[in-house]
């Protein structure tokens, strides 16, 4: 079956630095890799998501890439403000289930 | 708020007991996900409802089972708990397991704490 692998586990930055976090996947046949954040005790929510068909997509200060050949995606988070502090995870939808990363914890200092 | 709802909010029981827990889709949504968040293991998969019928199954045990009745609300059912089911458990729903509808919405969860 699908396995995602996530790293970094933690990632410190300063405030307005930039933030990348990639993922890789095992099955070819994943077709939608989407992203979530979760704040400590609260739901995970999807902050962007991105298709096979698609190599790179953006929303204001964040960023995704998809290399297809590679098996890998990432996020990228331009100019860190302290309320980006979370949990990411991201996702690879194998069928119609989502197999989740094991999170990677941000810290974005002030 | 994404639309779905989850009770109960929190659950202490003990060890050997069973529990049954809620979950409402967002309103058009006919695909239900179940996962369980605990800190080693992180999200996983647990089972997935479609319109009624079960579509796809990852990491559940035997003693958990699942359902989605006619007005899609979803119970998960978990029996003969032990210490290590103490986890979040967090439901999802999206409009369908498709291309462009497969945005999954994640509730609230239910924090279970098996003593």
């Known amino acids: 079956g699908e396995n995602v692998e996530q790293h970094p586990s933690t990632l410190s930055v300063q405030e307005g630095d930039s933030a990348v976090i990639k993922c890789t996947y095992s099955d070819s046949a994943s077709n939608y890799f989407p992203w979530y954040k979760q704040e400590l005790g609260k739901r995970p929510q999807l902050i962007i998501d991105i298709r096979s068909n698609v190599g790179e997509k953006k929303d204001q200060r964040i960023a995704v890439t998809l290399n297809k050949t590679a098996k890998h995606f990432s996020l990228h988070i331009t100019e860190t403000q302290p309320e980006d502090s979370a949990v990411y995870f991201c996702a690879a939808r194998a069928g119609t289930a989502l197999i989740f990363g094991k999170g990677t914890t941000l810290s974005v200092s002030s | 708020d994404s639309g779905v709802t989850q009770t109960p909010k929190h659950l202490i029981t003990a060890t050997g007991q069973r529990v049954t827990l809620r979950c409402s889709p967002r309103s058009g949504d006919l695909s239900v996900y179940w996962y369980q968040q605990s800190l080693d293991q992180g999200l996983q998969f647990l089972i997935q409802?479609?319109?009624?019928?079960?579509?796809a199954k990852g990491n559940i045990l035997e003693r958990f089972s699942a359902q989605q009745f006619p007005d899609l609300h979803s119970e998960l059912n978990l029996s003969s708990l032990e210490l290590g089911d103490s986890a979040l458990y967090f439901c999802a729903s999206s409009v369908a397991p498709g291309e462009g509808q497969e945005t999954q919405y994640f509730g609230p969860g239910t924090r279970l704490l098996v003593l």
């Open positions: 409802y479609y319109n009624g019928e079960e579509r």
